[in-house]
């Protein structure tokens, strides 16, 4: 069976529990059972070398040496790694290594925060079901 883990916290404004809800239950769907945690301590565990699917859903946070070098080495050791928006790509603004093994680091939102319009082109897109 696959497994997945979720460890969420930080800034609340993310709403990182309802977050980890979410992704849980799309999960669950999907067959992995899913384990959760509220402490990025999670990541120091080498039992994580043996995971399917790491979800980090914290914003603003810090992660100590040992944790990230524990993270780095399941993800290196085949670990899949998912996220979104700054549950994943805000984290941990003070750990470049995370932001190199994520690909980048979210830095503002453009034009701040701004009303805008999405023309959804294909109402019929699997994306649009639901």
């Known amino acids: ?62 992660i100590q040496k040992d944790e990230l070098a524990s993270l780095e080495s399941a993800i290196r050791g085949g670990v899949g790694l998912g996220g979104y928006h700054g549950g994943m790509g805000d984290a941990f603004r003070a750990a470049p290594d995370y932001q190199f093994m994520v690909g980048g680091q979210w830095v503002a939102h453009p034009g701040n925060v701004i009303d805008y319009r999405v023309n959804v082109t294909r109402p019929d897109d699997p994306v649009m079901a639901g």
């Open 1 to 62: 069976m696959r497994e997945a883990l979720i460890v969420w916290g930080g800034w609340s404004g993310h709403e990182p529990e309802q977050g980890a809800a979410a992704v849980k239950g799309l999960l669950k769907a999907e067959g992995f059972h899913v384990r959760v945690e509220t402490s990025t301590a999670a990541f120091a565990d080498p039992a994580i070398a043996g995971l399917s699917l790491i979800v980090p859903i914290i914003t603003m946070a810090e």
